[in-house]
């Protein structure tokens, strides 16, 4: 790794040329000193990255020093057969592309990496070559005058090769995308025409030029430089150009006004608002690269290349005061606003491309790029170089290969810290103080009053109300809202049958899917977080059992007991919500959610492999003689062996008739081996389908939908599979008519019962605190694990409005004898994870960055109106076999572990050291404490695990989660105050505590992030320059480039474990 020293004796001075640098007819040009206080003395000794930060600090004054987003292109003089022309080399928009002249294609975008001479010579070249900053010129024949003239005023050019540099700017350009049908154009001709080109002879284009509707005058009025006439004739600049220039090739090439092709960027184009609303028309650019350029972006053009009539180099770097289209400067219809020429004797052409690439490269860096659009003189240039330079790190030239391509990374950090100054010192923050802002931004304070955190919460949401219905215009949405449906569906009509043997069927499918429709219908239209999906939960079916039973052995009517218990915990969940009691989730930190959350993932992968190994009890594989064989029709010549071969299904289509004891049933040898294909193959492809949108095939928006639909291409796909097989698999059963299971019972439950006594309704509060418990604890640490903050929530939580929709919609369901619908955690985190939001991969090379949730209502109202529909589709819902369902509960839990940080550090207990991922909680706690905090996570799992597991402690399993805290509390004792912030959250403290061992210990470790660290010494070496923010880890395709990767100081931590340590330091 390089070393960080202090700021080291760079090889160059501060002082630049006396020169003026701005160019002719500049508005700007006068004596005012725009740093005010700051004297030309003060300013060359500031270091480079407050010089920066004080040149972005300025105002802009007007709008032409406004920055946008910059597309980079580098083109090489060379010769082509007869012609010299300009030749696209590398492009730019945030990582470099190359053409790769063996394959006559670009390369994959990668991480520019550059030699430190080449940075050497770039600044050099600042120093003494020509600047000339707010040029007006609109066209390139205007701009080539304005460069000649200041290059031969400044001395740096003789004046009898100042046309033979003006022709050698206004060479034709030709770009990648124009070789596969390159061919030669008359020196005159239209814009229209430009567009209309193809192969055909030039006797063909001639006839078509002279058609052509638009023509260009051959007189034209164009802007020029003091002195020189508007009027320039476009053919006798031709004719006295065409006389000059070659480039070293051998032999010069006399080249004849016929043969040579001319550049149409001489033409004046009007500047269009924005880089993307120039129409084809005007420019035959490559619309499809097009796309990837972003709204208003502006061009940097880089124009390197060798002549043989240069015995010293040129070099200008040109900023032009309004963007202008320059023909075919540019290989897209883009302004152009920078210009940087490098012309040189031959025998420099290599390094004429490092210096040309060193150049693109700065363009394309965030800080630069802004500092060049805001520069006033040319030594507001060299310390945009001198800060990019400290912000890079020297590879030690033996130590790589040069010739590995550094991937793009994933994520890019922000570049904020290196445009603004370190923050001073702030006054002491009380930590309390911020947690319990924090907590009431989140509404997880107390307000005070009664029902204040519900009255918050609706102040909350009401303006979102609106948008959450406009938010659901996407194919996103419908991809989720079918695949929640199955994931819904499924459980629901499971649990009523578990529901049916556990009540006697005074609940069961259809009562389920009443609920269904009724919990979700009303939780979507009114919740706070309708991102949480209600679904019925192992907990809730252990409780209605032990109430039966012990209804049962009271000889009371279940139903009407049922009833009072249902109204008792409504009400009691009431008193919760007007007495705040939600803010009690601020005590669920990640140790508990994520414990609750890895059961819940474990239960469904366990059901869901325990369902196909029941089908394999009940369909066993060797099951013996299947007694039923075809026989021929009476009277038929054929013989019994010839009708054996026909199995139990085709036997009748061929006049066959079935003999043996078997017959009235279809064989089932092969039920299970198809169940356990079918569920592994609805896995799998939801699997490999969901992780598509990253693949390399077809284009982006083909994969985003099929990852969207991934899980409802899976269960087609092995519901049809099932079919054309004809195997009897277990098909889904949904009931078939909008009825109570039970003929006994109605849709609406009597409160009293001749069997029930009168103090029965009294003592069912009892078990309603049980069962309110049970509630609270489900549904509030469901929303805890949908409200995190990794998910980018913008529109605010809900937990008091929650749970008051909550207790009215457990109301309504006791009064209609319909099954309590909670929280449920693996659906909810699902329903999260199909709605998540990446930014669209516009550059080259870019990775999608996730930017939040889809945050609407519309989802969870769909599913649960389908569901409550479900009885008329039950012709096309019995053709799934549930297998595929099973298979989807797999999918369904295994998905739900990702991005749990507990169950990455049970799968890194397993890892030897070298090969553990790099995690940042691993940089920044020792190895033992992390095994230490996953060991006592893990203990508390299987707890749960074994208390769930056996009937007569399941009724425990609320009260469990709640000892789950006060577990968490007790670590405090354990662990240190940092540790537990970078491993999980911290509690609210009851009273204060000291800090300061865990500060002296953080000090120790990241006590210098404020700083601007230096880049370490070496004169050989190669730089990697990034894009803002690369990370310092990045390791190329062919092997490690760990040592001294030259990366921005600023890290892409962990967003909460960032916090944890700005938040101790600033104390």
Not at 755 to 772: D, H, M, Q, Y
Request: hydrophobic share 40%; proline share 6%; aromatic share 10%.
């Amino acid at each position: 790794m390089a070393e960080k020293n202090e700021y080291i004796e760079l090889p160059w001075t501060m002082n630049s040329s006396s020169g003026d640098d701005e160019a002719p007819k500049d508005p700007r040009t006068g004596g005012e000193d725009f740093t005010q206080q700051f004297t030309e003395n003060d300013f060359e000794v500031t270091p480079p990255a407050q010089r920066v930060q004080f040149i972005l600090g300025e105002d802009v004054d007007d709008g032409t020093h406004v920055s946008h987003p910059l597309f980079s292109e580098m083109g090489m003089l060379v010769k082509e057969g007869d012609e010299i022309e300009w030749k696209e080399t590398a492009r730019w928009i945030k990582f470099e592309e190359d053409v790769e002249e063996g394959g006559n294609r670009w390369s994959k975008p990668h991480v520019a990496t550059l030699s430190l001479h080449s940075l050497f010579e770039l600044r050099r070249l600042l120093v003494n070559g020509s600047v000339m900053l707010d040029m007006e010129a609109q066209n390139l024949e205007v701009m080539a005058d304005l460069v000649c003239d200041h290059m031969v005023s400044a001395g740096t050019l003789p004046p009898g090769v100042k046309d033979k540099v003006k022709d050698a700017l206004l060479r034709r350009h030709r770009h990648q995308h124009e070789y596969a049908k390159k061919t030669r154009l008359p020196i005159i001709r239209s814009l229209a025409d430009m567009r209309n080109h193809s192969s055909s002879k030039i006797e063909e284009h001639s006839a078509s030029i002279l058609g052509a509707t638009t023509p260009i005058s051959l007189t034209a009025s164009e802007p020029g430089p003091p002195g020189s006439n508007g009027n320039s004739s476009l053919s006798t600049a031709a004719g006295a150009m065409g006389r000059f220039l070659t480039v070293p090739s051998g032999k010069p090439s006399n080249r004849t006004l016929e043969d040579m092709v001319k550049s149409p960027s001489n033409q004046s184009m009007a500047r269009p608002g924005s880089g993307t609303e120039l129409s084809e028309q005007q420019h035959k650019g490559n619309t499809h690269f097009m796309r990837k350029i972003p709204p208003g972006a502006e061009a940097s053009n880089i124009l390197v290349g060798e002549v043989d009539f240069l015995e010293r180099t040129l070099s200008c770097f040109i900023r032009l005061s309004q963007a202008v289209v320059l023909g075919d400067l540019t290989e897209v219809p883009v302004p152009t606003r920078f210009v940087f020429i490098l012309l040189g004797p031959p025998g420099s052409q290599s390094n004429f491309h490092e210096i040309g690439r060193a150049m693109a490269t700065l363009m394309s860096d965030e800080i630069f790029h802004e500092v060049a659009y805001r520069a006033r003189k040319r030594d507001h240039l060299l310390s945009g170089v001198d800060e990019f330079l400290d912000a890079v790190t020297v590879l030690p030239p033996g130590e790589w290969d040069p010739t590995i391509r550094i991937e793009p990374p994933a994520a890019i950090p922000s570049q904020e810290i290196r445009k603004r100054p370190p923050e001073l010192p702030k006054e002491e923050v009380d930590e309390e103080e911020e947690e319990a802002r924090l907590r009431e931004e989140n509404g997880l304070s107390r307000t005070g009053r009664l029902f204040g955190g519900l009255i918050n919460d609706i102040k909350r949401k009401a303006p979102w109300y609106i948008s959450d219905y406009k938010d659901a215009l996407s194919m996103q949405c419908v991809a989720s809202w079918i695949f929640l449906y199955f994931a819904c569906l499924s459980p629901i009509i499971t649990f009523g049958g578990l529901l049916a043997e556990a009540t006697g069927k005074h609940m069961a499918a259809m009562e389920s899917l009443v609920s269904g429709f009724v919990c979700g219908m009303g939780y979507g239209l009114f919740s706070g977080q309708p991102l949480t999906i209600l679904g019925s939960t192992g907990p809730v079916l252990v409780f209605e059992s032990i109430i039966y039973e012990f209804c049962q052995k009271m000889g009371w009517e279940y139903m009407t007991f049922r009833f009072w218990i249902g109204m008792w915990v409504a009400g009691i969940c009431i008193v919760l919500t007007a007495i705040d009691a939600s803010a009690l989730v601020c005590y669920i930190t990640r140790f508990t959610e994520e414990n609750f959350a890895t059961l819940i993932a474990f239960i469904f992968i366990y059901k869901a492999i325990e369902n196909v190994m029941v089908i394999g009890k009940n369909f066993p594989v060797n099951q013996g003689i299947y007694d039923c064989v075809c026989t021929p029709p009476i009277g038929s010549n054929a013989s019994v062996i010839d009708y054996a071969k026909y199995n139990w299904n085709s036997c009748e289509s061929y006049n066959g008739t079935l003999v043996g004891g078997d017959c009235g049933k279809p064989p089932t040898e092969n039920v299970f081996l198809m169940s356990l294909v079918l569920c592994a193959g609805t896995f799998l492809i939801s699997t490999v389908l969901k992780e598509f949108k990253n693949a390399l095939f077809f284009p982006s928006i083909v994969r985003q939908y099929i990852s969207d639909f991934s899980v409802l291409i899976a269960i087609f796909a092995m519901s049809f599979f099932d079919y054309s097989l004809g195997v009897p698999t277990q098909k889904l059963e949904v009931p078939n008519e909008l009825k109570p299971t039970l003929s006994t019972r109605g849709w609406l439950i009597p409160p009293f019962a001749e069997k029930n006594p009168w103090w029965s309704a009294i003592i069912a509060v009892f078990p309603a605190l049980l069962g309110t418990i049970l509630i609270f604890m489900d549904q509030q640490i469901t929303a805890v694990i949908v409200n995190r903050k990794e998910n980018k929530l913008k529109k605010g939580c809900g937990y008091h409005l929650d749970l008051f929709i909550l207790s009215i919609l457990i109301a309504i369901c006791s009064m209609m004898g319909l099954p309590w619908f909670v929280a449920a955690t693996v659906l909810s985190i699902n329903h999260v994870n199909s709605l998540k939001l990446e930014s669209e991969c516009s550059a080259p090379g870019e990775k999608p960055q996730f930017l939040g949730v889809r945050e609407q209502r519309v989802t969870h109202i769909l599913i649960f109106l389908t569901i409550g529909v479900s009885v008329l589709l039950t012709p096309l819902l019995g053709n799934i076999p549930m297998p595929v369902l099973f298979g989807v509960f797999l999918y369904m839990g295994v998905a739900s572990l990702k991005g749990l940080q507990f169950f990455d550090r049970i799968l890194i207990m397993f890892m030897p050291a070298k090969y553990q991922p790099d995690y940042m909680f691993l940089r920044q706690v020792p190895i033992k404490r992390v095994h230490l905090f996953t060991m006592i996570q893990l203990a508390c799992l299987i707890i749960l695990w074994l208390i769930k597991s056996f009937s007569q402690t399941s009724i425990l399993f609320p009260l469990m989660l709640v000892v789950m805290i006060g577990i968490r509390k007790a670590l405090d004792l354990v662990f240190t105050r940092r540790e537990l912030k970078i491993l999980d959250d911290i509690m609210p403290e009851m009273t204060k505590r000291a800090a300061a061992d865990d500060l002296h210990k953080l000090d120790a470790e990241v006590g210098l992030l404020a700083r601007i660290f230096p880049w370490g010494k070496g004169s050989r070496g190669r730089v990697v320059t990034k894009p803002p923010g690369l990370d310092d880890g990045i390791v190329g395709s062919g092997g490690a480039v760990g040592a001294g990767l030259i990366t921005c100081t600023t890290s892409n931590a962990n967003e909460k474990e960032f916090e944890a340590q700005s938040s101790l330091l600033k104390k």
